[in-house]
Antibody
């Protein structure tokens, strides 16, 4: 079955760029019926949507993070990535990647498959 | 931005009891609302999408209802594994936006 796995540095210095990759296995990222998204969760707090990307490259970003977020997709590696620039301690969180169907796919608009998450700490 | 409010913040119940969780949107989201369950140290799990549709593999004791601004997640009879935090989530097409509620913790009384 489809699985997602986040990877990237667990520690990032303030003002630097956080870079994470999500590898999709057991299925293709190149499906027209899905967005691929990033969601984060600060320790002990709730969930915050960061953004989505489609395999054709179209993106949707959280307005509050838009100026610092870049997402990309590499269909040859079945991966998509997140870059968050100028990080501060407020960006310390568990970062999840997830699949979001749309249109006629089952569970449109919801995140139906999630990675296990990767903890990123922003500290000098 | 559409804001989701969940109530209560904490619900203390015993196994076998019925749980009723509420999610209210600051403006209509039609039926574009999902519910998730999250246990400590785990990723969220999709329970309900489009307000009332159970996701694949979700037991029938979980049900969702509502439309517009008021939504409810009901767990008909709590099992020990149901004690967790529950989040609602909406999506809007324009502007494209996804927001989550702050969560309701269901703990053992």
């Amino acid at each position: 079955q489809l699985q997602l796995q986040e990877s990237g540095p667990g520690l990032v210095k303030p003002s630097e760029t956080l870079s994470l990759t999500c590898t999709v296995s057991g299925g293709s990222i190149s499906s027209s019926s899905y967005f691929w998204g990033w969601i984060r969760q600060p320790p002990g707090k709730g969930l915050e949507w960061i953004g989505n990307i489609h395999y054709r490259g179209s993106t949707e970003y959280n307005v509050s993070l838009k100026s610092r977020v870049t997402m990309s997709v590499d269909t040859s590696k079945n991966q998509f990535s997140l870059k968050l620039s100028s990080v501060t301690a407020a960006d310390t969180a568990m970062y999840y990647c997830a699949r979001r169907p749309f249109g006629a796919a089952s569970a449109p608009g919801a995140f139906d498959i999630w990675g296990q998450g990767t903890m990123v700490t922003v500290s000098s | 931005e559409i804001v989701l409010t969940q109530s209560p913040a904490t619900l203390s119940l015993s196994p076998g009891e019925r749980a009723t969780l509420s999610c209210r949107a600051s403006q209509s989201v039609s039926t574009y609302l999902a519910w998730y369950q999250q246990k400590p140290g785990q990723a969220p799990r999709l329970l309900i999408y489009d307000a009332s549709n159970r996701a694949t593999g979700i037991p029938a004791r979980f049900s969702g209802s509502g439309s517009g601004t008021d939504f409810t997640l009901t767990i008909s009879s709590l099992e020990p594994e149901d004690f967790a935090v529950y989040y609602c989530q909406q999506r809007s097409s324009w502007p494209p936006e996804v927001t989550f509620g702050p969560g309701t913790k269901v703990d053992i009384k």
